[in-house]
């Protein structure tokens, strides 16, 4: 198998560096049946899977690189995960691009910082994500897609926030800290409704998540409480400024 001659190469390379020369030829290698453990040192977390496909593509001005998977993190918690990534040999930056399902919000906020807003949601969450790094693996753009499913929000509040299900289409420049949600849509327990702005974070001097501010224009709004309106009552049209701390 082709893992196993880059193994026996890599060792012998050690005696015999000329050894490792027709790595320089391949192409393409492509891996299946793979055990995976990943730890985090960061926060200490860790996920593993079995039956895991990989492949790299190796070309002259780039290296492409997939692993599919099912991952089961520490907590016992498990998401599918399709990653892709790209690097150009010229400049060194990186691209990649994450799909999951049933991912928790934890989890993912341990993995993009910038995300940390979203460890206040108790609910799975799938999507796609893509993150961009430069040479020194700083990360410099961030896009993506979150679907949310039903759960509540992580909020001190006198009765649970529930939602039936949440989706967002966002975009976020490191520089300053900014994300810009192109669409968001809330189906909760006491409203619905679809909204589209900005969120600014800020950090304490650890760097740690210490404010969030967001300004939202909501161009449809339906207050649907049960327990309170026998139907919903809409509205067209509304603006909504916020900080979560």
């Not at 390379?13 to 990943?38: H, I």
């Not at 910038?114 to 108790?122: C, G, Q, R």
């Not at 809409?234 to 400024?241: D, K, M, N, Y």
Request: charged share 25%.
């Amino acid at each position: 198998p082709q893992e196993g001659l880059v193994l026996a190469a890599a060792v012998d390379g050690m005696e015999e560096p000329n050894a490792l020369d027709f790595l320089t030829r391949l192409e393409t290698v492509s891996l299946t049946d793979l055990s995976v453990a990943y730890r985090d040192n960061k926060t200490g977390r860790s996920w593993n899977a079995t039956g895991v496909e990989a492949r790299v593509d190796l070309r002259p001005t780039q290296r492409l690189a997939s692993l599919r998977g099912a991952f089961v993190s520490d907590l016992g918690h498990a998401t599918e995960l399709w990653l892709r990534a790209r690097q150009e040999l010229e400049g060194g930056g990186a691209e990649f691009l994450f799909e999951f399902d049933g991912a928790r919000p934890a989890d993912l906020a341990s993995q993009v910082d910038a995300l940390a807003p979203i460890t206040l949601i108790d609910a799975p969450v799938s999507g796609n994500l893509m993150v961009r790094v430069n040479s020194a693996g700083v990360m410099t753009e961030l896009a993506g897609k979150l679907e949310v499913g039903a759960g509540r929000l992580d909020v001190d509040a006198p009765d649970p926030v529930t939602f039936s299900g949440a989706e967002a289409y966002f975009a976020f420049d490191p520089a300053s800290e900014t994300f810009t949600i192109n669409r968001l849509f809330v189906d909760a327990a006491m409203a619905q409704f679809t909204a589209a702005g900005m969120a600014q974070l800020e950090r304490d001097r650890s760097g740690d998540l210490e404010v969030c501010f967001w300004q939202m224009d909501v161009p449809r709004l339906s207050l649907t409480a049960e327990q309170y309106f026998r139907e919903p009552i809409p509205f067209e049209r509304g603006h909504v400024i916020g900080r979560v701390s």
